[in-house]
């Protein structure tokens, strides 16, 4: 009876050691899988970033012009083309003399006017951040200090349907 008893254990254990062993060699082989199709299907992506002409960069290409910016002040200027998922970002990085907080209040007061789904971060820390959707649009703008100056980068992005 004592056997018995230790053989059922015996069993017991062995039952729950494959079965841990089988979970471990499943997330194994899930993770390997998933880096193979990740591996397989590589993202399209085209980046053009805008040329300085005599000093100065214009925004993107397809930037929205409704969009408050310093146009003088741009240091920055990119336009990134994702075919395969139907997106286009433009993205402007420009300094301002203004407070960061006055920048962001101007662009969440923008963001609300025209009808963004809107969401905040940062307080008024280091970085401030605004996130907004509007249909098949996403705008996002953080603003954070450097030299004395507010730095305010912009990435609008649209998927074409």
Known sequence: ??????????????????????FVWW???????????????PMNVQVERVVEVEGKF????????SIPLEEDNIVESILT???????VQTSVIYRSTEEKLDKY???????????YKLSEGG????????????????LSVTLSTWEGLTVVQIAHLTFVE
């Open 123 to 138: 307080d008024t820390g280091e970085v401030l951040f605004l996130h907004g959707i509007k249909g098949n649009e996403n």
């Open 105 to 115: 209040f101007e662009y969440r007061s923008y963001m609300e006017k025209e009808g």
């Open 27 to 41: 997330l194994k082989w899930s993770k390997e899988r998933a880096a193979r199709i990740v591996a397989e299907r």
């Open 81 to 87: 083309n994702f075919p395969t998922q139907n997106a």
């Open 58 to 65: 214009t925004p993107p290409l397809g930037f929205p012009a």
């Open 1 to 22: 009876m004592l056997a018995n008893k230790y053989v059922k254990i015996f069993l017991s254990l062995l039952f729950i050691a494959l079965l841990i062993a089988g």
